[in-house]
């Protein structure tokens, strides 16, 4: 299954809105899910699976809204080494699936 065009439209808008209220700071797609509203995290994780490197997905939540951040965020990227770095998504402890996770900042 895929996002729908109006869905995909829904998703840029929560990232794009996420970023803003962040003032600036640096955040990973791990946590611009958290912050997103709990229908379009649940949407993810029905079409993409869950997120991390246990997940065995490897296109997942994460590399979706990472990829939509990136592009509403004009490149201004940022990298860091992400080991024995953990995040809690939707509740659970999660180690990102790449050794490293980039940032997004507007």
């Known amino acids: 299954m895929k996002l729908t065009g109006n869905q995909a439209v829904s998703l840029k ?4 809105r ?7 700071n640096l955040l990973s ?24 490197r ?3 997905e490897h296109w ?3 590399c979706r809204i990472g990829k939509y951040a990136s592009e509403l965020c004009n ?4 990298t860091q080494n ?12 999660v180690q990102p699936g790449s050794s490293i996770v980039t940032l997004y900042k507007l």
């Open 13 to 16: 808008l929560e990232i794009l």
């Open 18 to 24: 996420v970023l803003k209220n962040n003032r600036g």
């Open 29 to 52: 797609s791990y946590q611009i899910f958290e912050k997103l509203p709990k229908d379009l995290k649940d949407l993810l994780i029905s079409i993409d699976g869950e997120s991390g």
């Open 54 to 56: 246990e997940s065995g």
């Open 60 to 62: 997942s939540p994460a």
């Open 75 to 78: 490149g201004n990227t940022f």
């Open 82 to 93: 992400s080991t024995g770095v953990l995040f809690s998504v939707s509740g659970k402890v």
